[in-house]
């Protein structure tokens, strides 16, 4: 069976993913930065599913490593599911440079240097499928979460555009939009329940949306109407809001 | 968030405490004053209930998987769901599932857990070959069936440490399907009959309808059955039905109970029938609707599970019976079924003999029918089911389990009585 190659396959919902795809018979490589820490969870995989799971040492925001690292993948991905990550919080990233560059660049910059390669070549062969997990963060920039958001949204603008020059080579491109998910990520945080997901049902929904070649996926389904509302609030009055 | 259990009742708050290596956890555990191990929270009562709870569920690695013995090798919070998974396209099955597959494996050997095939196969226990512990000092140890430490934590309710891997065998299936003979009988006594008379084949329950009266009392549907051999192991899960919120508690009156029961009753043709089902609906018919639990209302609700030793089974379940059919608090299930011999662990419930378990809903008056019932599970030397006890006295509880001295001086001994407790724990002194 085909590989998926999962970038940032450290985090809970990546965690999830993995054993989705695994459950439904794909071999997978894993990347990460110090990929051997997960040898651990390959054998997990690997005993639940029978499948062949590979650990490939991977740093997102190390873009000159990213070419030689997909040409030395021994058999190409049928499929990509990016789910890297970095979230800090509002007050600190607005005061020191370092943080709001890495939220940007392991959130935007990184994924785009990736993506890039591994688009060229699945256009290429015309098969094949992008995952990018972006956030309702991105869908409109709000003051306490906004460099975030905003390195969301430009992710978000990204896999709009790979999708529309896809689309006639047989390439889906999805975009995830998780609302809140209870990970390590947003651990302390306090998250209404009935708004939060488990890492588990994210995963569940990226999988179902792929697998139907879906474009747009809000994971619960209700943060699609949440965020319509947001959305469409004026500015006028937007600005003055807390939310 | 706090976590509660399955009846959801008793409603309390409290400090969760996850952990994802072992050295972690016993930093964790030594900041702790008094804690208990929980799983996937599929115990009814308060036996995993406490201020404070060590999560085992996220802890949940497969470590390795021998084909050629079928031994598995996992992490305490895998559930059997996920083993089944795993093992059924490969051929194996658990040895012993009890009528959920949502639990964990180490709520799985804390409740010693038992099956349709108790009288054939025994308890949980006799599956796990090994499992690795951390006592109350931190330290991990490695237990080999026999043991005293085996004894007393297969079964012991999570109050001797944190389980955390364990090594179980499965067995060999050749289908995902069971080929199932359904018995319809009429009364106690003819369901008893039935189950003598298919004492061979290696699975059996009885759905029991509680709100039949007089010379009905007892009128069941006995179902049997094995594993078929049709080489079919291509399983994949269903999806599950959800109760998104808890039905008002006017929902499970008498009336809807005596629906529930006649269709159970009714579906089947007279006397005997045979079908082919799956073994997802065989063995876990409520596991397809996710959240059950909240058909009895915001309330919460307990499930009464007793048995009896064999000779007195008969005399005490008429009495029994009779008690909750002219209560009219009907329970939504009703489980009868035959079981083996004992086994040697401290707490074990199986005795030899019939057990029988009901769900109630949690109203006024409903303690007190059960210390009614309790009175008559003592006389008949019967004994009370911890993983589904939300209330049992510390004198019931006591009379049933003859070798509690035992657990409790044992607990002493390792110091395990002061750091893992539960609620339950506290009430029966444990």
Redesign the interface.
């Known amino acids: 069976m085909s590989y998926v190659l999962i970038v940032g396959a450290k985090s809970d919902i990546a965690k999830e993913v993995a054993r989705v795809y695994a459950k439904n018979g794909y071999n997978l490589y894993l990347g990460a930065r110090k990929a051997d820490e997960l040898e651990e969870f390959k054998t997990d995989l690997e005993v639940r599913s029978a499948i062949s799971v590979e650990l490939i040492e991977l740093d997102i925001t190390a873009y000159e490593t990213h070419q030689s690292i997909y040409e030395n993948l021994n058999e190409k991905p049928l499929g990509v599911i990016v789910v890297s990550g970095y979230m800090t919080e509002q007050h600190k990233a607005q005061k020191e440079w370092n943080e709001t560059l890495q939220t940007i660049n392991v959130n935007y910059t990184g994924a785009v240097s990736l993506l890039n390669i591994i688009a060229n070549d699945f256009e290429e062969e015309k098969r094949g499928f992008i995952v990018g997990v972006s956030s309702v963060a991105g869908d409109r920039g709000r003051k306490t979460n906004y460099i975030y958001g905003s390195a969301k949204a430009a992710f978000s603008a990204y896999l709009s555009g790979l999708r529309n020059r896809l689309c006639e080579s047989s390439v889906s491109v999805l975009t995830v939009k998780p609302g809140f998910v209870n990970t390590k990520m947003t651990e302390g945080l306090a998250l209404p329940e009935k708004l939060t997901a488990q890492p588990a049902e994210v995963a569940q929904d990226i999988y179902n949306a792929q697998q139907a070649s879906k474009n747009t996926l809000y994971t619960k389904w209700i943060w699609r109407y949440i965020m319509l509302i947001i959305t469409h609030i004026p500015e006028f009055i937007f600005k003055k809001l807390s939310i | ?1 706090s976590l509660q259990s399955w009846g959801m009742y008793p409603l309390v708050e409290n400090t969760i405490i996850e952990f994802q290596s072992q050295k972690e956890l016993a930093e964790k555990l030594a900041l702790a004053d008094e804690l208990i191990p929980y799983g996937n929270g599929r115990s009814y009562g308060d036996s995993a209930l406490n201020d404070t709870l060590v999560h085992t569920r996220p802890y ?6 021998d084909e050629s013995t079928g031994i598995l090798h996992v992490q305490a919070g895998v559930l059997l769901s ?1 083993i089944l ?2 093992s059924v396209k ?1 051929g194996w099955f658990l040895k012993v599932t009890p009528g959920t597959k949502l639990i964990s494996v180490g709520g799985a050997i804390a409740s010693d857990i038992h099956g349709k095939n108790h009288h054939i196969e025994g308890c949980f226990s006799e599956c796990v070959e090994e499992f690795s512990i951390m006592l109350a000092d931190g330290q991990i140890q490695t237990v080999k069936k026999g043991e005293e430490l085996f004894l007393a934590t297969c079964g012991g309710m999570g109050l001797t440490g944190v389980i955390l891997t364990a090594k179980i065998s499965l067995k060999k299936i050749n289908s995902q399907f069971i080929n199932q003979t359904t018995i319809k009988t009429k009364n106690l006594k003819e369901t008893f009959a039935a189950f003598e008379e298919y004492k061979k084949d290696p699975y059996s329950v009885a759905w029991i309808d509680c709100l039949a009266k007089d010379e009905n009392i007892g009128k069941s549907l006995l179902m049997v059955g094995d594993f078929a051999d049709d080489g079919d192991l291509r399983y994949k899960p269903k999806s599950k039905l959800n109760i998104p919120f808890n039905f008002p508690s006017f929902a499970l009156n008498t009336l809807s109970v005596k629906a529930f029961n006649w269709l159970y009753y009714w579906k089947s043709k007279d006397g005997v029938s045979k079908q082919k089902v799956h073994f997802d609906s065989f063995f876990y018919p409520l596991d397809s609707i996710r959240n059950w639990n909240r058909i009895y209302g915001k309330n919460g609700f307990t499930q009464y599970q007793f048995i009896l030793p064999k000779e007195s089974s008969f005399d005490g379940l008429e009495r029994i019976l009779d008690k909750i059919s002219k209560s009219g608090k009907g329970s939504f299930l009703a489980v009868l079924k035959l079981y083996g011999k004992e086994n040697a662990n401290y707490l074990s419930f199986p005795i030899e003999g019939y057990s029988l378990a009901l769900d109630f809903k949690i109203e006024d008056g409903l303690f007190e029918l059960l210390d009614e019932l309790d009175e008559i599970v003592v006389e008949c030397g019967g004994r009370i089911y911890l993983t589904k006890d939300v209330r049992v006295s510390k004198e019931t509880f006591e009379l049933g389990y003859e070798r509690v001295e035992t657990f409790r001086a044992f607990r002493k001994k390792h110091n395990m009585s002061e750091k893992f407790n539960s609620l339950q724990s506290k009430r029966l002194g444990l």
Not at chain 2, 60 to 65: A, C, H, I, N, V
């Open positions: 968030m949940d690695y497969f470590l390795d998987f996920e998974e795993a490969r």
